[in-house]
C-alpha cells in the first residue's frame, strides 16, 4: 500500500467514524426512552393499587388536574391506609424507616422530558385527555415502564389533530357534532413547548 493510498484510507476510517458517532449522539439527544422500567426502592405496584384495589390516580397525583406536575406523592399518604394494612411487611416498614428518619423516597423519575420541552398535566388532563393515552395502561402495571416515547412528534401530531377532533373516553378521537362543539384547540407554535 502506497503512503497515498494509506492515508486516504486512514481518512476514510475517521470519516466513518465521526458519521457513526454523530449517528450515535443524534439518537441519544432525541432521548427516546419508551419501555425505560427502572428497579424503585420500594416495590410498589400499580397493578395492586390502581387496578384490583381501584383507588383513583388523583389520590395519589393529586397535582394532575391542577397544575404542571401531577407529582408523587409523599410517604404520609401511604401511611393513611398503611398505619392498619399490612405494617408489618418489609416493604411497608422501608416507608416508615423513611417517615421516622425524615427521609424522601428516592423514587427513580420514569417519563423525563429535556428541558428545553415544556409540559402542563392540567391543561391535558382537563381537556378529558386520559393518563393512559401517554402512560398507557397503568393500572395493570406492578412496575411503572415509559408506555409512549414522548418525542416531539408524538405531542405535535395529537396537537395537530385536535384542530378538528375531540377524544372518547378512553382517548381515541372522535368526529361527530358534539365533538365539533365543544372541540379543542391545541397549538402548533414552537413557543408553546418551547421557551
Ligand atoms: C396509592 C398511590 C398511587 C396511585 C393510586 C397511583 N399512583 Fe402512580 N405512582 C405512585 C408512586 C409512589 C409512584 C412512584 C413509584 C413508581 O414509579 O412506581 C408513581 C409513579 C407513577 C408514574 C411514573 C412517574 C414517573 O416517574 O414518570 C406514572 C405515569 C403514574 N404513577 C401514573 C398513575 C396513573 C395513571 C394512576 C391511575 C391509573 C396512578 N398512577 C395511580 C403512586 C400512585
Ligand atoms: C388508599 C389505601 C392505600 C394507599 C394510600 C396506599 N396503599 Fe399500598 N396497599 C393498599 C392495599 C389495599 C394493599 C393490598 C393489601 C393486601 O393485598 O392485602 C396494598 C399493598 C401494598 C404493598 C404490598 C406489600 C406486601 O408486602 O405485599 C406495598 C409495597 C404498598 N402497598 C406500598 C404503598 C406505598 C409505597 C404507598 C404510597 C405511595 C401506598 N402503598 C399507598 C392500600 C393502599
Ligand atoms: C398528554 C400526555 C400526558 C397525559 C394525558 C398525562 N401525562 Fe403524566 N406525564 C407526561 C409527560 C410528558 C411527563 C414528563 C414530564 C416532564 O418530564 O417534564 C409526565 C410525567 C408524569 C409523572 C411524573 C411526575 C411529574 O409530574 O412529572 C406522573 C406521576 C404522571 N405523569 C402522572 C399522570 C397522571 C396520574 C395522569 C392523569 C391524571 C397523567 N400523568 C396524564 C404526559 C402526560
Ligand atoms: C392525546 C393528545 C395530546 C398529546 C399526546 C399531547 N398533547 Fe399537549 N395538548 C393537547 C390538547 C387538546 C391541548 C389543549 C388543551 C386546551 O384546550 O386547554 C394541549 C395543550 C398543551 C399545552 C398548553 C398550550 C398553551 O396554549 O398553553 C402544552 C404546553 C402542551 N400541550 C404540551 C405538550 C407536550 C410537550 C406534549 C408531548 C410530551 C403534548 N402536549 C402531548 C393534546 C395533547
Ligand atoms: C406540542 C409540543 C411541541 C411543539 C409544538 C414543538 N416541539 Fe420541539 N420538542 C418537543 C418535545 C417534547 C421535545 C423533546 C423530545 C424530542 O427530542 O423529541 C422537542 C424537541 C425539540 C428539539 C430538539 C431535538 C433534539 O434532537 O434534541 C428541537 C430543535 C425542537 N424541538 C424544535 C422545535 C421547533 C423549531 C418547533 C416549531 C416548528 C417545535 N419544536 C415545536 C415538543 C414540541
Known sequence: MSLRTAKIVSLLVTLIGAIVLWQGSTFSSLGNQQGYEPVQPINFSHKLHAG????????????????????????????????????????????????????????????????????????????????????????????ISQADTLSMGSCVACHRSHREVTLDEVGRPVVSEEATAKKLMASTDCSVCHH
Not at 383513583?56 to 397525583?61: K, S, T
Not at 411487611?89 to 423516597?105: M, Y
Not at 423514587?107 to 428545553?116: G, R
Request: hydrophobic fraction near 35%; glycine fraction near 4%; proline fraction near 4%.
Open 52 to 143: 384490583d384495589n381501584q383507588i383513583a390516580c388523583l389520590y395519589c397525583h393529586s397535582g394532575a388536574d391542577k397544575s404542571k406536575v401531577a407529582g408523587i406523592p409523599a410517604a404520609s399518604t401511604c401511611m393513611n391506609c398503611h398505619q392498619r394494612i399490612l405494617k408489618d411487611s418489609p416493604e411497608i416498614q422501608k416507608i416508615t424507616r423513611a417517615i421516622d428518619e425524615n427521609k424522601p423516597i428516592e423514587w427513580v423519575k420514569v417519563n423525563d422530558l429535556p428541558d428545553h420541552a415544556i409540559f402542563n398535566h392540567s391543561r391535558h388532563v382537563i381537556a378529558s385527555i386520559k393518563c393512559q393515552q401517554c402512560h398507557g395502561a397503568v393500572e395493570t402495571m406492578d412496575r
